[in-house]
């Protein structure tokens, strides 16, 4: 039987009709241009005779495949025939290999693939900060001691390996914190096929670092006289301790004010507003600011540099997210870090550590004392009130709120008030 009896001319001038058309090219081979209504796709077959019965046996689609590489493809699949193979079901055999192979190559992933996985799929889509947080947790934590090794070989004594290098440094929150991450994170593993099992599951965060005490810690009026008095010997710079000033005066959170920016401020309403996008939990939030609250923005004001109320180094971004934590925390340590400031100690309250987190804790705590009301000091908070009462009391207490910062913010104002001959 002739073969190579078309030519890609003949294939480039085909054009499908109403209905299905058949055309020979010899040896087999045979070209199918199916109808319009289906498409009109111009397909290649080899048809042939295997154990008494006509088989075919898919030779690619034009123009994606040429004419030569449907004849080569035809003249491979023949040569099986020949030797007693069918090449449906070789190619069958063939896939099926190749996804064991790919099955197999994605059990070979280390740790840090293990990771870059979580994090492409899940964490950069579901995480508010695109998984930027918990990356530096695994990446400080996790990778130097497990992240060369195979994600499938990992095994319990390796994660209290993680762990009890954590514990060295007597961080038992950050202990309990990375084994949940590990945990989601192998988890994931085991539902993309790049683990078999949870290296986790059998360390409870009781034999990690063991229960966590609640953080309570808030500064009594007599420390933010104390914050008042030191602040100026902090080193700090003005625009920093202003902010510290914003975050006890406004309860917002540390996040919050490093991702707001000027146009969020209403100076003539006398209003910051936060928007969802920047709320911990996602819900517009309207803070009426105090004169003392207006006061701390006005100094920020003087060193303004972009849209940010506190700028980043790199033009038109905010300040990195650790930026005023590290400045508070290296002014409480005792020692004074590499390349670091020298002004240790200088914030160093009565009552112990504190951290800016503490401060919106603080604005709770002392509201309380003015007699403010509980569920109004909720809502200067942003939160939301759980359960029954959640469902059927949504007031927003806009004028009772207005009320509670400006008198939280004259209890500021007294307490800050300089005094004469006071450094």
Known sequence: MAENKLTDKHLRRLDPTDE?????????????????????AINFY?????????????????????????REKRNAARNLVRSGIDPTVQEQTDRTARTAAQAMQQMEKTVSDLFDDWNRVYLSAHRKDGGKAVEAAIKRDVIPQIGAMKAKDVRLPHIV?????ILERKARRTANLTLSLMR????????????????????????????????????SLDEIKELHSQLPGSGLHEKLKASIWLLLATGARVGELLRARWDHIDEAEKTWTIPAENAKNSRAHLIHLSAFALKQLAVMKKDKSGPYLL??????????????????????????????????GTL??????????????????????????????????????QGIVGVY??????????????KWGRKLTMLTRQRRGAS
């Open 184 to 219: 989601q994170m192998f988890r994931h593993g085991l539902a993309r096929g790049i683990v078999e099992t949870d290296p986790t599951l059998a360390l409870s965060r009781k034999q990690a670092g063991g229960k966590e005490t609640p953080v309570d810690r808030n500064l």
């Open 311 to 344: 700028a980043g180094r790199v033009k038109d971004t905010g300040m990195s997210d650790k930026a005023i934590s590290k400045a508070v925390r290296d002014r409480i340590r005792k020692e004074p870090l590499k390349r670091r400031t020298p002004k240790t």
């Open 46 to 70: 080899y048809r042939f005779e295997f154990g008494g019965k006509e088989r075919r046996y898919n030779c690619g689609t034009y123009p994606d495949t040429t004419l030569a590489q449907a």
């Open 20 to 40: 299905e058309q058949v055309i020979g090219d010899g040896g087999g081979l045979w070209i199918r241009v199916l109808p319009t209504n289906k498409g009109g």
């Open 161 to 165: 390996q993680v762990i009890d290098k």
């Open 393 to 406: 009391q949504r007031q927003e207490y806009i004028q009772q709120r207005k009320e509670a910062f400006e």
């Open 348 to 385: 160093v309250l009565s009552g112990g550590e504190w951290s800016p987190h503490d401060l919106r804790r603080t604005m709770a705590s002392r509201m309380g004392d003015l007699g403010i009301e509980p569920h109004i000091i909720e809502r200067c908070l942003n939160h939301v009130q």
